[in-house]
T-cell receptor, first 111, second 113 residues
Framework: KNEVEQSPQNLTAQEGEFITINCSYSVGISALHWLQQHPGGGIVSLFMLSSGKKKHGRLIATINIQEKHSSLHITASHPRDSAVYICAVKDYGGSQGNLIFGKGTKLSVKP | EAQVTQNPRYLITVTGKKLTVTCSQNMNHEYMSWYRQDPGLGLRQIYYSMNVEVTDKGDVPEGYKVSRKEKRNFPLILESPSPNQTSLYFC????????????FGEGSRLTVL
């Protein structure tokens, strides 16, 4: 079941470029998470969204509930942004507490 | 410092030898959860807990057990590990199941020979 799809799977950018990572989902949700995983494995929560838009530094996350789509934008990308970005949704109609994950987008930012 | 602590971080074991991976959080979070991460499959939820003494299965619970006797601890138990349980495991917690930010442990890399 591919209830959460991310695109692209892999992304290479030059330092300074504007980056967009997309997440589409097929279920009704109560919340969507964007996560960052650096080489070496640790996972950090970037955003949790249930509507609208959030901004933190150079990162912006948006969600369109009607279209079942979210985007993560990185402005003025930097090599330290190189990581895997993972989208996860809390299925509103599914088992309480169950999270469904996308397979991740691997971002590499070249200096 | 707010954190989720997992132990051990690395473990090599043999088939059938029971093991426990501990998870502890210091944020008084109600919701805790275990995930495994495998190449090509991404993160998958094993078990979760909404509060003390309340646990439920995720997508891949077979071969695992959990308990939530105290709010801060949520151990993952492999009663009889098998090689297909070789994986990278993450514990996470949040204030509540619906809207809380997720805090992850550093991960536990388990190899079952």
């Amino acid at each position: 079941k591919n209830e959460v799809e991310q695109s692209p799977q892999n992304l290479t950018a030059q330092e300074g470029e504007f980056i967009t990572i997309n997440c589409s989902y097929s279920v009704g949700i109560s919340a969507l998470h964007w996560l960052q995983q650096h080489p070496g494995g640790g996972i950090v929560s970037l955003f949790m969204l249930s509507s609208g838009k959030k901004k933190h530094g150079r990162l912006i996350a948006t969600i369109n509930i009607q279209e079942k789509h979210s985007s993560l934008h990185i402005t003025a990308s930097h090599p330290r942004d190189s990581a895997v970005y993972i989208c996860a949704v809390k299925d509103y109609g599914g088992s309480q507490g169950n999270l469904i994950f996308g397979k991740g987008t691997k971002l590499s930012v070249k200096p | 410092e707010a954190q989720v602590t997992q132990n051990p971080r690395y473990l090599i074991t043999v088939t059938g030898k029971k093991l426990t991976v501990t998870c502890s959080q210091n944020m008084n979070h109600e919701y805790m959860s275990w995930y495994r991460q495998d190449p090509g499959l991404g993160l998958r939820q094993i078990y979760y807990s909404m509060n003390v003494e309340v646990t439920d299965k995720g997508d891949v619970p077979e071969g695992y057990k959990v308990s939530r006797k105290e709010k801060r601890n949520f151990p993952l138990i492999l009663e009889s590990p098998s090689p297909n349980q070789t994986s990278l495991y993450f514990c996470a917690s949040s204030y509540d199941r619906d809207t809380g930010e997720l805090f992850f442990g550093e991960g536990s890399r388990l190899t079952v020979l």
